[in-house]
């Protein structure tokens, strides 16, 4: 297995689901002029010609609660005012996406190398699957919506929430989650990955992106749990 990122990051286990408090309204980054958010999203509209604006969760904070739950505290935002950090206008906005360590027939995990029009660690390698979470729609929903969209796989269970983290390269929280799941009859393709693979748990890719890395705690305490 990789050796642990020696970046400083920031992992809170959960036994139970995060509780999502939406505050009223929409947030709008103060400091920073709308007209420059609009050119540096042109820019990286350029580079990255997929990629497109909508709305997100901005986290504003986050809190345990006790009993291995942690609630998060969101208003609602634009994906733009986030996207633009690659082009190092950082707007303040931290989105709440999810992630998760899928486990198919015989125990392999599920990895994924991102696509070369992602706008985060193309090329590199991640757990599948991954996204922002949509205003409205509860993240377990969000996990599945998603291992159905990146993967074509599906569900055997319910996901189980694992941990919540924040990746301090995207400027993301991220509640993760763990999937049995089964690989469809016919492969599915997506731009956002160039390459599915089953692969030993023991043996990852090396090159993962920052926060699979990241993810890896989570992966040993699950593989403990089942008895690998």
């Given at each position: 297995m990789p050796a642990r990122s020696a970046v400083p990051d920031r992992l809170i286990a959960l036994r139970r689901p995060a509780q999502l408090s939406v505050v009223e309204g929409r947030f709008v980054p103060e400091g920073v002029p709308l007209d420059a958010v609009d050119e540096a999203w042109e820019r990286l509209r350029l580079r990255v010609p997929r990629a497109h604006d909508g709305p997100l969760l901005h986290v504003l904070g986050t809190s345990r609660n006790g009993h291995g739950g942690v609630s998060i505290h969101c208003i609602q935002s634009s994906y733009r005012f986030h996207a633009v950090g690659r082009e190092g206008l950082d707007t303040g906005i931290r989105p709440l996406g999810v992630k998760a360590i899928c486990f198919g027939p015989g125990g392999g995990v599920l990895v994924a190398r991102r696509g070369a029009g992602t706008l985060n660690?193309?090329?590199?390698?991640?757990?599948?699957?991954?996204?922002?979470?949509?205003?409205?729609?509860?993240?377990?929903?969000?996990?599945?919506?998603?291992?159905?969209?990146?993967?074509?796989?599906?569900?055997?269970?319910?996901?189980?929430?694992?941990?919540?983290?924040?990746?301090?390269?995207?400027?993301?929280?991220?509640?993760?989650?763990?999937?049995?799941?089964?690989?469809?009859?016919?492969?599915?393709?997506?731009?956002?990955?160039?390459?599915?693979?089953?692969?030993?748990?023991?043996?990852?890719?090396?090159?993962?992106?920052?926060?699979?890395?990241?993810?890896?705690?989570?992966?040993?305490?699950?593989?403990?749990?089942?008895?690998?």
């Open positions: 660690y193309a090329g590199q390698w991640e757990f599948a699957p991954a996204g922002t979470l949509e205003p409205g729609v509860a993240p377990a929903e969000m996990i599945l919506r998603e291992l159905r969209e990146e993967t074509g796989w599906g569900a055997l269970a319910a996901p189980a929430v694992r941990a919540l983290l924040f990746d301090p390269v995207a400027r993301s929280w991220e509640l993760v989650f763990a999937i049995d799941a089964s690989p469809p009859a016919v492969p599915v393709e997506t731009w956002e990955c160039e390459e599915l693979r089953v692969v030993d748990p023991r043996e990852l890719p090396a090159d993962l992106s920052p926060p699979a890395r990241q993810m890896l705690p989570i992966l040993e305490a699950e593989l403990r749990a089942r008895g690998c």
